[in-house]
């Protein structure tokens, strides 16, 4: 029972153009949205939040986009840097602190 | 970064034996969770730890116990590893759980069980 799911589980963009990296969840009480970055051999970090009362929060390059009603989320890196080569996760959690992860996408940004 | 440690980072082991992994935390962090990671499966929570001696069940808790003692240390503890329970173990703590808490994670502990 995959309540958060990526389907991509890759994708591949060429330096300084855009990456969309995207998410769906099923279970209508999730409401706070977490992005992890994770490089091999290292465990995941945390990049970026949103709250399900907001639809955009921005942090220099990267934006997470929120729509509730199609229970979807997004993460766009611009420009996107050969640094960004990773495996994203999205999570998402409820009010009883129970979060789901979905399975990743591995981003790779070409030179 | 959060001073989360795990140990050991790697691990091979017999189906059958006993196997503790230990987290250390040096952020005086009330919460603590223990995660695997499986491909096609992202993590998923095995258990959690929101005090000392206090623990509850995650998702995928079959099979695996908890203890934390003291407020740094959270330890998980495979009674008798079975190959199912090959995988990438992660540790990961946070403030206050729930809400717009983040967790942060150890680097992780890669577990062969043959």
């Known amino acids: 029972d995959q309540q958060v799911k990526q389907n991509s589980p890759s994708l591949s963009v060429q330096e300084g153009r855009i990456s969309i990296l995207n998410c769906d969840y099923t279970?209508?009480?999730?409401?706070?949205f977490l992005w992890y970055k994770k490089y091999p051999a290292e465990g995941p970090t945390f990049l970026i939040s949103?709250?399900?009362?907001?639809d955009k929060n921005e942090d220099g390059r990267f934006t997470v986009f929120l729509n509730k009603s199609a229970k979807h989320l997004s993460l766009h890196i611009v420009p996107s840097q050969p640094g960004d080569s990773a495996v994203y996760f999205c999570?998402?959690?409820?009010?009883?602190?129970?979060?789901?992860f979905g399975a990743g996408t591995r981003l790779t940004v070409k030179p | 970064d959060a001073g989360i440690t795990q140990s050991p980072r790697h691990k091979v082991t017999e189906t059958g034996t006993p196997v503790t992994l230990r987290c250390h935390q040096t952020?005086?962090?009330?919460?603590m969770y223990w995660y695997r990671q499986d491909p096609g499966h992202g993590l998923r929570l095995i258990h959690y730890?929101?005090?000392?001696?206090?623990?509850d069940k995650g998702e995928v808790s079959d099979g695996y116990s908890v203890s934390r003692s003291k407020t740094e240390d959270f330890l998980l503890t495979l009674e008798s590893a079975t190959s199912s329970q090959t995988s990438v173990y992660f540790c990961?703590?946070?403030?206050?759980?729930?809400?717009?808490?983040?967790?942060?994670f150890g680097p992780g502990t890669r577990l062969t069980v043959l």
């Open positions: 990961a703590i946070s403030e206050v759980g729930g809400g717009t808490d983040t967790q942060y």
């Open positions: 279970n209508s009480m999730f409401d706070y």
């Open positions: 949103i709250s399900s009362i907001k």
């Open positions: 999570a998402a959690r409820s009010n009883n602190n129970d979060m789901r």
């Open positions: 952020e005086n962090h009330r919460y």
């Open positions: 730890s929101y005090g000392v001696k206090d623990t």
